[in-house]
């Protein structure tokens, strides 16, 4: 069982930056698939950026891209997603994700991953 634990979250202005953690503890972090998902009132939880551990490969959502940056530490159990450029409609809550089964894939669908953090509120003022 993995258990993610983010923190980082909090209230920025529009074109500001926020740094996400996200520790993931009880399974070998460094074969974990890691992820962060959004999700605003009314919306489905979308991806934001995904990270595997095969090769470090990175993905991100359109709508995210250039602006933010997912990294992983393994030494310390860690994935980051660096928020730059904040614009309101990042405005959510942001979750991380973990799945040791996937094998160096990065989904996009929530489904794929089984093991989720409680979640941590962004907030971009305009």
């Known amino acids: 069982q993995v258990q993610p634990v983010e923190s980082g979250g909090g209230l920025a202005q529009a074109g500001g930056s926020l740094r996400l953690s996200c520790v993931a503890s009880g399974r070998t972090f460094s074969v974990l698939t890691m992820a962060w998902f959004r999700q605003a009132p009314g919306k489905e939880r979308e991806f934001v950026a995904g990270?595997?551990?095969?090769?470090?490969?990175?993905y991100y959502a359109d709508s995210v891209k250039g602006r933010f940056t997912i990294s992983r530490d393994n030494a310390k159990n860690t994935v980051y997603l660096q928020m730059n450029s904040l614009k309101p409609e990042d405005t959510a809550v942001y979750y991380c994700?973990?799945?040791?089964?996937?094998?160096?894939?990065?989904?996009?669908?929530?489904?794929?991953?089984?093991?989720w953090g409680q979640g941590t509120q962004v907030t971009v003022s305009s």
């Open positions: 990270i595997a551990w095969t090769d470090g490969s990175t």
């Open positions: 994700a973990a799945d040791p089964r996937l094998r160096g894939l990065v989904l996009t669908r929530a489904t794929g991953y089984e093991n």
